[in-house]
């Protein structure tokens, strides 16, 4: 059984996690009185952890992965339909616009991205493994999916060049659309795009951004960044 200085640890790795902007981890902190009063907690609870009987210990964990990925439905992600989904009624002779096209897209798109966020949760997918250069740090290929439920797609190493110097930087993954292959319009007003790109981008930053899926944590250290072995990127279960 861990002692009470590792469960400390694994609490601080676990917060950091899902609040990367948490630098402060020193012993003055109220966040770390917090984490040692709950490690106490946590040591106290696993010295009876075997005197649960096992089926019970079954129905415990599905328990919490449930709560799990409830908790996990961001407070800045998409409010749920208040009305419900409305989709297209298609009917013979019925005359189209952009607009119910859209609608039709519309309405896959957001269904999948509300099972995505609330069936599934957010993080790294697979893949998205960083090393860092010497001035460069590398995105290995991988998928992701946001907190707003987009599916991040990574299909080939990618270097984003690093500041000379710094302190504390976290790489942070979003999906982005991008609009391309550009067409004339009929009227002869000009060019439209025919076609929406879907994308990822990659930001360095201080403190993350709303729907950003932070990958790594960088600090500069003995002249040279280096990565933050005691964050630990979210991972969808």
Do not use: C
Request: proline share 6%; hydrophobic share 40%.
């Amino acid at each position: 059984m861990p002692d009470i200085g590792a469960l400390a640890e694994d609490l601080k790795a676990a917060v950091q996690r899902y609040r990367p902007d948490w630098t402060d981890v020193g012993a003055r902190d109220p966040g770390t009185t917090l984490i040692e009063v709950f490690t106490f907690l946590g040591e106290e609870l696993l010295l009876r952890a075997n005197q649960i009987p096992e089926r019970v210990r079954a129905r415990l964990v599905a328990l919490a992965s449930r709560l799990e990925r409830q908790w996990a439905y961001p407070a800045g992600a998409p409010a749920l339909p208040g009305t419900g989904f409305k989709r297209v009624r298609y009917f013979e002779g019925q005359f189209l616009s952009v607009d119910d096209l859209t609608t039709e897209q519309s309405y896959f798109r957001e269904k999948q991205r509300l099972r995505n966020r609330l069936l599934v949760g957010w993080g790294i997918v697979s893949g998205l493994e960083v090393s860092v250069g010497k001035t460069v740090v590398t995105v290995s290929p991988g998928v992701a999916l946001d907190p707003d439920g987009n599916e991040v797609i990574v299909g080939a190493p990618v270097d984003v060049t690093l500041p000379v110097r710094g302190t504390t930087m976290l790489l942070s993954l979003k999906y982005r659309e991008t609009e391309t292959d550009p067409v004339s319009v009929s009227s002869g007003t000009g060019l439209e795009a025919s076609r929406v790109q879907e994308g990822y981008g990659l930001d360095l930053a201080a403190a993350p951004s709303p729907a950003v899926i932070p990958i790594a944590k960088l600090v500069w250290r003995s002249s040279r960044w280096s990565l933050d072995r005691r964050f630990r990127a979210r991972r969808v279960k």
